[in-house]
């Protein structure tokens, strides 16, 4: 089988590569013309040139592929150019999927986000559960909402396409880093010394990876799974940090209206004023408003997604992040 990764230089798509490899498939990676490689390196890979926004590029990447992965996405909490989020993750995810229904591709797994799957109050989310655009905020929530919307239409046109939904991912490979590795990343810097009381869940990224392939292999087409596995607070995450760390984690609880202002002020002083990324995402804080705890047991059940213990990952993602030079501090 040759499968086509988009989002292969990214991440998820970093470990979904390997991972692949490893089990013997032939693996085609869509790249921007500027895009960094450095996950890529030394991979018995095929690099194409194409982007999202051009279908002729699309259409030529999937030639000769059985499958296709499609975990390319815009995942930033801010940007000075909205539009581009959209045109990536919508107009990229409806390109790269009708040129997939075009070329008869065997197979799609297209890679969503928890941000679509609603989370009732006092309860935990499940794929029955469906995220309002009213109710997400910043544009790429919004938009992998909007695509995943695509996703499926597409499935209703006859492409078997599985969507998976990762929840927070911890591992290696996380080059951006993504604002899941920024959480890790400030911690060992010491840029952590409080906390907001919420929610999320945790997984191994290379659960993430594998239930991708199982997704492939097992998953039902137009169907939801979420890749998810442990419910922590944002203060028992950092505290698992502390543990394979040595490091004290915070244990300063800071009010969630606090947390919003200072954003609020960081995007008006960084973003507008100082035309630099803002270090804490408007976006990002208002989301931790909400306990965003969930019900895996339908990948589990149905796909045989890992749940590997948390603390193989974080150990993997510290040492990853201080090899190469993302730590400031001994």
């Given at each position: 089988m040759k499968a086509l990764v988009t989002g292969g230089t990214g991440f998820i798509g970093a470990n979904l590569v390997r991972l692949l490899l490893d089990e013997g498939l032939s693996v085609r990676v869509l790249v921007r013309p500027e895009s960094q490689r450095t996950n890529l390196d030394g991979l018995d890979v095929e690099c194409v040139l194409g982007d999202?926004?051009?279908p002729h590029s699309l259409t030529r990447a999937l030639q000769g592929c059985n499958a296709l992965f499609h975990a390319a996405a815009s995942y930033v909490f801010w940007t000075r150019n909205p539009s581009a989020v959209y045109e990536t993750n919508v107009g990229g995810t409806r390109n790269i999927l009708s040129a997939a229904l075009e070329a008869g591709i065997e197979k799609v797994v297209y890679t969503s986000t928890e941000s679509t799957i609603g989370v009732p109050a006092g309860a935990l989310g499940s794929e029955e559960h469906v995220s309002s655009v009213d109710s997400l905020y910043g544009d790429y929530k919004k938009s992998k909402l909007l695509a995943e919307r695509v996703a499926?239409?597409?499935?209703?046109r006859g492409l078997p396409v599985t969507?998976?939904?990762?929840?927070?991912p911890i591992g290696a490979w996380d080059i951006k880093p993504?604002?899941?590795?920024?959480?890790?990343?400030?911690?060992?810097?010491?840029?952590?010394?409080?906390?907001v009381n919420t929610g999320l869940n945790v997984i191994d990224v290379a659960d993430v990876a594998r239930g991708h392939l199982?997704?492939?292999e097992r998953g039902r087409e137009g169907e939801r799974y979420i890749l998810g596995h442990q419910n922590l607070t944002l203060r028992e995450l950092l505290g698992g940090l502390g543990a394979v760390t040595g490091r004290r984690a915070a244990n300063v609880r800071i009010p969630l209206g606090l947390a919003v202002a200072a954003g609020a002020v960081d995007e008006l002083v960084r973003g507008k004023m100082l035309k630099r990324h803002p270090r804490i995402a408007l976006a990002a804080v208002r989301t931790a408003r909400k306990?965003?705890?969930?019900?895996?047991?339908?990948?589990?059940?149905?796909?045989?997604?890992?749940?590997?213990p948390l603390e193989g990952a974080l150990t993997r993602a510290v040492a990853w992040f201080r090899e190469r030079g993302y730590v400031r501090m001994t």
């Open positions: 999202l926004r051009d499926l239409e597409m499935a209703g969507i998976v939904n990762p929840t927070m993504t604002p899941t590795g920024q959480v890790v990343v400030d911690f060992l810097n010491g840029r952590m010394p409080a906390y199982l997704a492939l306990i965003r705890h969930f019900d895996c047991s339908k990948a589990v059940k149905e796909l045989g997604l890992p749940q590997s």
